[in-house]
């Protein structure tokens, strides 16, 4: 069994004393529709995160998913019970 992938933030290395310069954030203005509003409530209800957190958690998560897609990587869901169905991102 492989073992768990753990997402981190780009270039910065879990042991690591040098920390990375920070890079001013880029500001934008979002619309969303009611479906993804009512996700950001929800992740503000269950993990305390701020909208702008969801969001950049979210976009990480996506990128390091099509990342691994496009380099052939098959991406599972393996339930309780043991059933493994596939992930594909469109």
Do not use: C, H, W
Request: glycine share 6%.
């Amino acid at each position: 069994m492989e073992s768990p992938i753990e997402l981190r933030e780009p270039g910065i290395e879990p042991d690591s004393a040098e920390r990375p310069r920070p890079t001013p954030p880029t500001r934008l203005t979002l619309n969303i529709n009611a479906e993804a509003g009512e996700a950001l409530v929800y992740l503000q209800e269950t993990k305390g995160f701020t909208y702008t957190e969801s969001i950049r958690r979210s976009l990480l998560v996506l990128q390091f998913f099509t990342e691994k897609q496009a380099a052939g990587t098959r991406i599972e869901l393996v339930d309780k019970d043991g059933t493994r169905r596939e992930v594909v991102l469109v």
